[in-house]
């Protein structure tokens, strides 16, 4: 749990704000709320105070607000400041270094991280001065988000609107975590695929997609580019990755090529479908007087391991779901797919692997000595563990 100062600042997308307190708070963080005499006209201190579950600061100078906790303090308190909107206004004075009023005053006075998501209105983000002020403010390692294109409240066109709450969210979270995985690109492949067998039946898994989302969130959360290729599942996609929807084994097949260019490290956690129906049937398949009906099914490429095939300086790993011998078939399918390491999970047992939110692992390398048990825990749980591996990996 980290402690963010939310700095409010007085434009229309003060409204945002809420859904943003709201959002921090639900991922387990702290947060404060000071707010800027303009914001207070768009949207209302008890609001805020109520959301985050702590008083409101709008004034430097307030006796009764000043014995609660000082400006100072607030200051030091902060692990992260965020300053969403960042007005025009509020980005000229921080870069001025001005401290006329409570947010501009703990902003001079914190030695926290500060990252600010402006949003005004298109000219006012093109004028030469508002320019150079947020170039000062990223000189002083100040960090920015957006602002987004788009319809405007003012009715222009264009760049100004902050970005939602959500993409703040995860670049808050990047700035309180060492970004151990900065550098890396990570392409992860989650939940079944679908393989139709005519157009209302398909051939498909009890894969719920929690695994790999799990992982998505984990290694966005350590900071690195993360893309998601996911099959039919109804999981929300998790904050800061970019997902890619799939259906089938043959279209996972191709969004894994499409990216995997610009991957560094690629885990294949989908349950794919090892057979589709041989032949596309346009028409429903009609129950016949036989007792009994065949399905011709033919092999779908192996993914994983034609990627292992051709995966130079990455790190790839694949996942294996067995029934038994665990170890000895995970050892096995580690050689044959090619892969650096395999995740082997007994999907036997009903407490953990397919649609459940637990898991137990072992985590399979090349010899006995690069193996590790990970013992039963939540799927956000086994991520970490299994990233913590996969960095060790990138590191020798
Ligand atoms: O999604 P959840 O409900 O959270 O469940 C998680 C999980 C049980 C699905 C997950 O932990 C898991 O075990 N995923 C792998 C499932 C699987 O298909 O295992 P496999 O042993 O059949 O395949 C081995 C590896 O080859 C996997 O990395 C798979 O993605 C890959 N593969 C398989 C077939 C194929 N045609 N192409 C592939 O790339």
């Keep these: 749990m980290s402690r963010v100062l939310l700095g409010v600042?007085?434009?229309?997308?003060?409204?945002?704000?809420?859904?943003?307190?709201?959002?921090?708070?639900?991922?387990?963080?702290?947060?404060?709320?000071?707010?800027?005499?303009?914001?207070?006209?768009?949207?209302?201190?008890?609001?805020?105070?109520?959301?985050?579950?702590?008083?409101?600061?709008?004034?430097?100078?307030?006796?009764?607000?000043?014995?609660?906790?000082?400006?100072?303090?607030?200051?030091?308190?902060?692990?992260?400041?965020?300053?969403?909107?960042?007005?025009a206004n509020l980005i000229a004075s921080l870069a001025q270094g001005l401290a006329n009023d409570l947010v501009t005053t703990v902003c001079l006075a914190t030695r926290a991280a500060v990252l600010v998501a402006p949003a005004m209105n298109v000219n006012m983000l093109q004028h030469p001065a508002t320019q150079a002020n947020l170039a000062t403010l990223q000189e002083r390692?100040?960090?920015?988000?957006?602002?987004?294109?788009?319809?405007?409240?003012?009715?222009?066109?264009?760049?100004?609107?902050?970005?939602?709450?959500?993409?703040?969210?995860?670049?808050?979270?990047?700035?309180?975590?060492?970004?151990?995985?900065?550098?890396?690109?990570?392409?992860?492949?989650?939940?079944?695929?679908?393989?139709?067998?005519?157009?209302?039946?398909?051939?498909?898994?009890?894969?719920?997609?929690?695994?790999?989302?799990?992982?998505?969130?984990?290694?966005?959360?350590?900071?690195?580019?993360?893309?998601?290729?996911?099959?039919?599942?109804?999981?929300?996609?998790?904050?800061?990755?970019?997902?890619?929807?799939?259906?089938?084994?043959?279209?996972?097949?191709?969004?894994?090529?499409?990216?995997?260019?610009?991957?560094?490290?690629?885990?294949?956690?989908?349950?794919?479908?090892?057979?589709r129906a041989a032949d596309t049937v346009d028409q429903k398949i009609k129950r016949e007087s036989a007792d009994t009906l065949e399905i011709k099914l033919v092999r779908n490429p192996d993914i994983l391991r034609e990627i292992s095939a051709a995966k130079g300086e990455r790190t790839v790993v694949g996942f294996a779901a067995e029934t038994e011998n665990v170890l000895a078939n995970a050892r096995d399918k580690l050689k044959r797919k090619g892969c650096d390491l395999i995740v082997v999970n007994d999907v036997s047992r009903a407490d953990i692997g397919f649609d459940v939110d637990q898991n137990e692992v072992t985590i399979v390398g090349p010899t006995a000595e690069e193996t590790t048990r990970v013992p039963l825990s939540s799927k956000v749980e086994i991520a970490a563990a299994i990233l913590d591996r996969i960095i060790q990996v990138r590191k020798t």
Excluded at 154 to 178: F, N, Q, S
Aim: net charge negative; aromatic share 4%.
């Design 141 to 275: 390692g100040v960090q920015r988000i957006g602002p987004d294109r788009g319809d405007l409240a003012c009715g222009w066109t264009g760049e100004g609107r902050m970005v939602d709450p959500e993409v703040i969210v995860a670049a808050t979270e990047r700035l309180m975590r060492p970004a151990v995985l900065a550098e890396e690109a990570v392409l992860i492949t989650a939940g079944p695929t679908e393989e139709p067998l005519d157009p209302v039946r398909v051939l498909s898994n009890r894969s719920s997609g929690k695994m790999g989302f799990a992982l998505a969130d984990e290694a966005a959360k350590r900071g690195a580019e993360v893309i998601l290729i996911a099959g039919p599942v109804s999981l929300p996609t998790p904050i800061g990755v970019r997902r890619i929807d799939v259906r089938t084994a043959e279209e996972m097949r191709s969004a894994v090529f499409a990216e995997f260019e610009h991957a560094t490290v690629v885990i294949k956690t989908a349950a794919v479908a090892d057979y």
């Design 9 to 87: 600042s007085g434009g229309i997308a003060a409204y945002k704000a809420c859904e943003l307190v709201r959002l921090l708070t639900r991922r387990g963080h702290e947060v404060r709320v000071m707010m800027t005499a303009g914001a207070v006209e768009f949207v209302t201190p008890l609001t805020l105070q109520t959301l985050s579950g702590h008083p409101v600061r709008s004034e430097l100078f307030a006796p009764g607000e000043e014995s609660q906790i000082s400006h100072i303090e607030l200051a030091d308190w902060a692990d992260v400041v965020v300053l969403a909107p960042a007005t």
